[in-house]
């Protein structure tokens, strides 16, 4: 127990000595350190920022697709198909009333079901006029797609839903162009020569990609089907399931549901189609990712350049010093002895610069997120990654320069000028 | 006394080309614990490849080489360096000390790479050999702030830290002014008497006349081989250029106030 102490209390001196000797011939160079680390630090910090704006990017459109609710179920209509060919997604649109009806009374799996019965409008209102779109939904909307109502007003019921009330919530997009000043709660608005009573203005959800999601109006489904769309069908229908993990099986019943509805026989193919948040989701995130990946591998090739700086950095150096590796060898340094040596020093530098280019890609995500509309997120995993990695490029690309010094013969050594 | 070195029949031969070059043809050695021996001859004659090939540095083509008692041939890399490590010091011309690193560090130097455990604290080991050579007061200076002797000083404390069989001295003379050469014979001398076996190879035979017992080589071979009966004394000699040095000095005092007086 004492001996191994002592065996280990000596090679911690050695370490020690062998990195204050690394240290040292570092710092007797410190213009050529400086700039052979800021490859490795540029590289660094490339890669962590890089990253950090596409998780960033990646998170905030997550955000976005979740604000529209997790559960959330969308049933459209389907492509139709004569003799064979398939005439694009929307080409038949069959969906009634009665298939939401009957969604909402047999499906078990889901919280909520509201069709949704869309019009592009020219709204009046106050002497103003906007273009925007009118959804004509059920009560159950407002839960399906988290809508709230700003103080002061309310949402329309099931009642006025049943009654055809000319009633309408109206987005925070609309309510500032018809209504710039004061409240719009109680007042009039025109579409299409139909008054509409503003029952209250909706929270604010911001953009959703590429889309305002305030640049809306809610009015009861029957009102907007009845007054402004006119024809037999609906547009699309959405669907809560009761939790995220029964979204499949809702999915399931909603598909043997709709092709009962609407008599499909065996053979035949769907005439609607059903998606999942979790499906865009998917998408979204597998694209998100391949550009991160993109951006990142870009930046990798900047860090593998510092690597190459550091080679050939150490390679000047071993050459500089062949006369200490001569001194070195003489007093009975082994091979491994100097290799070690040359192979700290190459990782302390790399190691040193990786630091430094984690405390720069800091500053600089800190920079992006208070003063750009690019939202860039910092995770630990992706500074340990690259920390580790400076190190490894620092060991990797040393290693050739610190074998040729170990290699050295130390007669040859002991007399190069 | 126990045989330091004993080399038979040793052989170095160097390939140049097509040429074979042979820089030893045959070397029989045998220096014994506590001489003082100095190797001479002229550029060419083989002592450097010798002294590359007692001091671990070098490999024989043929021939054997006992160390201290251990045959010392065809060793791989790690073992030359731990035989380095404990048996040789080596005090080169050009000195040979670390730049910009004290002294005491660049004294320390063996023991950092000393394996065997022999010697616990390497720092008080490394005071006290530069102690034993006189520069116990300088220990933080850094070689480019000491003068040429005081680095050959160092060198050889460098050499002794290891407690080794026996120093190997190449030239130790060549880069310094004819008195401080005596200076340094002076402490070779010295740790001579104190029982260390000490090697020095040197042209100078001024320098060669310090040593106990004279190797003369030529065309790698050995070709004289005898002791020196009236061995120079460097303390002596020392102080007799320091008087001399202070006589010189009077003399030009004097001389200048002479021709003052004339005017």
Not at chain 1, 29 to 50: E, Y
Not at chain 1, 111 to 132: C, E, F, H, L
Not at chain 1, 380 to 405: M, Q, T
Request: proline content about 2%.
């Amino acid at each position: 127990m004492l001996i191994k102490k002592g065996i280990k209390g000596k090679n911690m001196r050695a370490f020690k000595k062998i990195l204050k000797t690394a240290l040292r011939s570092i710092l007797r160079n410190r213009m050529r350190s400086m700039l052979t680390a800021l490859g490795i630090i540029i590289g660094v910090s490339a890669v962590i920022i890089m990253v950090a704006i596409g998780r960033g990017s990646a998170q905030k459109i997550q955000n976005d697709i979740n604000s529209l609710g997790t559960n959330l179920i969308t049933v459209s209509p389907g492509a139709a198909r004569s003799g064979g060919v398939s005439q694009g997604s929307g080409s038949i649109n069959r969906f009634t009333f009665r298939d939401v009806e009957k969604i909402k009374k047999e499906a078990v799996f889901i919280k909520g079901v509201s069709p949704v019965v869309r019009v592009a409008v020219q709204v009046i209102g106050d002497g103003k006029n906007w273009s925007t779109s009118i959804y004509g939904v059920s009560t159950d909307y407002f839960n399906i797609r988290k809508w709230e109502v700003e103080n002061g007003g309310e949402l329309f019921t099931e009642r006025d839903v049943i009654a055809n009330k000319k009633v309408a919530l109206i987005g925070k997009t609309v309510a500032d162009n018809l209504f710039p000043s004061g409240s719009a709660v109680g007042k009039q608005i025109r579409i299409r020569n139909s008054p509409f009573k503003v029952i209250g203005v909706l929270k604010s959800k911001g953009q959703g990609g590429m889309m305002d999601q305030d640049d809306i109006i809610l009015a009861p489904s029957t009102t907007v089907f009845y007054r402004l769309k006119g024809g037999e069908f609906i547009d699309m229908i959405n669907v809560s399931a009761i939790s995220e993990d029964k979204v499949d099986n809702a999915q399931k019943e909603i598909e043997v549901l709709m092709r009962e509805s609407h008599r499909l026989g065996q053979t035949e193919e769907n005439d609607f189609s059903i998606r999942t948040q979790a499906e865009m989701l998917e998408t979204i995130s597998s694209v998100t990712a391949v550009v991160t990946l993109l951006l990142a591998s870009i930046a990798g090739v900047s860090l593998l350049v510092g690597g190459i700086g550091i080679m050939n950095i150490m390679l000047v150096s071993v050459t500089e010093r062949t006369r200490e590796i001569g001194i070195r060898m003489s007093v009975g340094a082994r091979g491994s002895d100097i290799l070690i040596q040359f192979l700290t020093e190459a990782a302390v530098l790399s190691i040193s610069a990786g630091i430094i280019g984690i405390l720069l890609s800091v500053s600089v995500i800190v920079f992006i997120n208070s003063l750009t509309t690019l939202s860039a997120s910092m995770s630990v995993d992706i500074v340990l990654i690259a920390f580790l990695f400076s190190g490894a490029i620092g060991i990797f690309f040393g290693f050739y320069p610190a074998r040729k010094a170990a290699a050295m013969n130390p007669i040859d050594a002991l007399r190069y000028e | 006394m126990k045989n330091i070195i004993e080399t038979k029949q040793l052989k170095k031969e160097y390939r140049l080309g097509n040429v074979i070059v042979h820089a030893l043809r045959g070397i029989d050695l045998t220096i014994k614990e506590g001489e003082f021996a100095a190797i001479m001859g002229a550029s060419g004659s083989g002592k450097s490849t010798l002294m590359n090939l007692l001091g671990c540095l070098d490999q024989s083509t043929s021939g054997e080489y006992f160390l201290d008692g251990c045959l010392v041939n065809r060793m791989s890399r790690n073992e030359y360096a731990r035989i380095r490590n404990e048996k040789i010091g080596f005090v080169f011309q050009g000195f040979n000390l670390l730049s910009r690193t004290s002294i005491v560090e660049n004294v320390e130097l063996p023991l950092v790479y000393d394996h065997s455990e022999r010697i616990k604290d390497s720092q008080a080991a490394a005071v006290e050999a530069l102690s034993h050579v006189g520069l116990g007061d300088r220990l933080d200076h850094e070689p480019n702030q000491l003068s040429g002797g005081q680095q050959q000083r160092v060198a050889i404390a460098r050499a002794l830290v290891n407690n080794p069989a026996m120093i190997l001295a190449d030239e130790p003379t060549g880069n310094l002014d004819s008195k401080t050469s005596v200076d340094v014979m002076a402490l070779f001398q010295q740790l001579n008497d104190q029982g260390i076996t000490i090697i020095l190879v040197t042209h100078e035979p001024d320098i060669a006349l310090y040593a106990k017992r004279i190797v003369e080589m030529k065309d790698g071979l050995i070709i004289c081989d005898m002791k020196i009966k009236n061995r120079k004394n460097a303390k002596d000699d020392l102080k007799a250029l320091n008087n001399a040095e202070v006589s010189s000095v009077v003399e030009i005092v004097e001389r200048n106030d002479a021709h003052k007086k004339r005017y």
